[in-house]
T-cell receptor, first 114, second 115 residues
Framework: DTGVSQNPRHKITKRGQNVTFRCDPI?????LYWYRQTLGQGPEFLTYFQNEAQLEKSRLLSDRFSAERPKGSFSTLEIQRTEQGDSAMYLC????????????FGPGTRLLVL | AQKVTQAQTEISVVEKEDVTLDCVYE???????LFWYKQPPSGELVFLIRRNSFDEQNEISGRYSWNFQKSTSSFNFTITASQVVDSAVYFCALSEANGNNRLAFGKGNQVVVIP
């Protein structure tokens, strides 16, 4: 059974550019979460999906951020008009909805905005 | 609102010593779940242990053990006989049983195991 995968692992971009990250969850998991982690801090919740429905978005998710999970499998997180403050590690996690299941994380995408 | 507090310190131990990490949480829910994750330098968060609020039994899993006390809202974690591979940042996390399962993390403890 493969784990959660994320691509790319690293992204360097210039301020103002758009970036898109991809997350492939564990195959039978129907919940998918996005978190952001800045240096020296714990991850912070951004948004989550159950199947293809986006059920909650954090206040951290500004209008420049959009996430999709069109077929209930992989998900993408897009940041438009990137700012230097967007530099962070973006983590994806997945879980099953059967009671309170554990979230399993991918390796993350490290974004640097110059 | 859910909140997790870890004294954000770097903890250095000599190999084979035990190390205990403290975690204090806040929640209004009566049903919640507590976790410890490990983040090695590679960056991936690795699940270690999980505890449900309705089960205060403390257990040992290999070199890991935990002490869950609802009365003091604490969920402490111990690594016994530490090894160099245990060097990582350790995060305590909480999720409430309100439907979304989102995790609230502490700021982490940097553990350095010296050979």
């Amino acid at each position: 059974d493969t784990g959660v995968s994320q691509n790319p692992r690293h992204k360097i971009t210039k301020r103002g550019q758009n970036v898109t990250f991809r997350c492939d969850p564990i195959s039978e998991h129907n919940r998918l979460y996005w978190y952001r982690q800045t240096l020296g801090q714990g991850p912070e919740f951004l948004t989550y999906f159950q199947n293809e429905a986006q059920l909650e978005k954090s206040r951290l998710l500004s209008d420049r951020f959009s996430a999709e999970r069109p077929k209930g499998s992989f998900s993408t997180l897009e940041i438009q008009r990137t700012e230097q403050g967007d530099s962070a590690m973006y983590l994806c996690a997945s879980s099953l909805v059967q009671g309170q299941e554990t979230q399993y994380f991918g390796p993350g995408t490290r974004l640097l905005v110059l | 609102a859910q909140k997790v507090t870890q004294a954000q310190t770097e903890i250095s131990v000599v190999e084979k010593e035990d190390v205990t990490l403290d975690c204090v949480y806040e929640t209004r829910d009566t049903t919640y779940y507590l976790f410890w994750y490990k983040q090695p330098p590679s960056g991936e968060l690795v699940f270690l242990i999980r505890r449900n609020s309705f089960d205060e039994q403390n257990e040992i899993s290999g070199r890991y053990s935990w002490n869950f006390q609802k009365s003091t809202s604490s969920f402490n974690f111990t690594i016994t006989a530490s090894q160099v591979v245990d060097s990582a940042v350790y995060f305590c996390a909480l999720s409430e049983a309100n439907g979304n399962n989102r995790l609230a993390f502490g700021k982490g403890n940097q553990v350095v195991v010296i050979p």
